[in-house]
T-cell receptor, first 116, second 115 residues
Framework: AQTVTQSQPEMSVQEAETVTLSCTYD???????LFWYKQPPSRQMILVIR????KQQNATENRFSVNFQKAAKSFSLKISDSQLGDAAMYFC????WGPGTYKYIFGTGTRLKVLA | DGGITQSPKYLFRKEGQNVTLSCEQN?????MYWYRQDPGQGLRLIYY???????QKGDIAEGYSVSREKKESFPLTVTSAQKNPTAFYLC??????????????FGPGTRLTVT
């Protein structure tokens, strides 16, 4: 079964510092997509960044970047210059597609606290 | 503005009653999904639909039912057979595999409390 694992239930970072959230996944598919979603206290899920597995270049969106290690099945999120508004739950997700099956698998999340 | 709406935001029911959660999208997405979110757990898939008039069970479908009569709508019914229905429910949509950007778009969620 395909799985997504986030081993850090909670992380803290000082405002303006950098933090890295870890994610590992397991898939038998050769083509897949990986995502990081942010869920602030409002509970609205917001896409942070997306990575296509066939692309070797790591995705970047402003202060957010990923370290995609395909062989190690690792997909970590780096947040630079952390801001108070970055405080949220962060979920790593993967497509889980197979014959007749088009699902997404989510990790259990990492709660990020930003300290002023 | 395109997006996904879920109503109501908060829902209260007595044990033994069925309740239907609404999900509507105007993103022209073929695929729609229902997730349940409990504290300390990620999003667990209840049902999903890739096309109108077709849907498939997710990982925790027992005690739930859905319909997909229109592309825009994917209502979820929580039946009295669901043993622990109190939870936060999220609806999402996406383009179908191979037909565009593949990230999911989420509604604001419905908090269901059953007493």
């Amino acid at each position: 079964a395909q799985t997504v694992t986030q081993s850090q239930p909670e992380m803290s970072v000082q405002e303006a510092e950098t933090v890295t959230l870890s994610c590992t996944y397991d898939t038998s598919e050769s083509d897949y997509y990986l995502f990081w979603y942010k869920q602030p206290p409002s509970r609205q899920m917001i896409l942070v960044i997306r990575q296509e597995a066939y692309k070797q270049q790591n995705a970047t969106e402003n202060r957010f970047s990923v370290n995609f290690q395909k062989a190690a099945k690792s997909f970590s999120l780096k947040i630079s210059d952390s801001q108070l508004g970055d405080a949220a739950m962060y979920f790593c997700a993967s497509t889980a597609w197979g014959p007749g099956t088009y699902k997404y698998i989510f990790g259990t999340g990492t709660r990020l606290k930003v300290l002023a | 503005d395109g997006g996904i709406t879920q109503s109501p935001k908060y829902l209260f029911r007595k044990e033994g009653q069925n309740v239907t959660l609404s999900c509507e999208q105007n993103l022209n997405h073929d695929a729609m999904y229902w997730y349940r979110q409990d504290p300390g757990q990620g999003l667990r898939l209840i049902y999903y639909s890739q096309i109108v008039n077709d849907f498939q069970k997710g990982d925790i479908a027992e005690g739930y039912s859905v319909s997909r009569e229109k592309k825009e709508s994917f209502p979820l019914t929580v039946t009295s057979a669901q043993k622990n229905p109190t939870a936060f429910y999220l609806c999402a949509s996406s383009a179908r595999a191979g037909q565009g950007a593949l990230e999911q778009y989420f509604g604001p969620g419905t908090r269901l409390t059953v007493t």
